[in-house]
């Protein structure tokens, strides 16, 4: 249930690149989304997202720039009860 959000003041612009990263230790079960990284600009123009998808807890990333939208899901499911490092990078 703990998460760690992002100021409205750090900012991803049009070309802009940033790295999501996080050591997560899961429990229970993945009845919802749960956000590990979540940010979005006070204009909700720019907003990115490190997160395990409902079900099935896989990975998810999601960068929202002047480019567009970009969503990555990984194959990988992390194990409960054991920390694991995850990490999603944007190049711009």
Do not use: K
């Not at 993945?30 to 099935?56: E, P």
Request: aromatic share 12%; hydrophobic share 35%; with cysteine.
């Amino acid at each position: 249930s703990d998460y760690f959000s992002l100021p409205t003041t750090v900012m991803l612009g049009a070309g802009s690149a940033a790295t999501l990263e996080a050591w997560i230790n899961p429990t229970g079960s993945y009845s919802d989304y749960r956000s590990i990284i979540y940010g979005v600009t006070s204009a909700a123009a720019n907003a990115w997202v490190l997160q395990q998808n409902t079900g099935n807890g896989l990975v998810r990333c999601v960068f929202v720039t002047n480019n567009g939208t970009v969503v990555v899901t990984s194959t990988y499911t992390p194990t409960a009860n054991v920390w694991t490092h995850l990490g999603c990078t944007y190049d711009g």
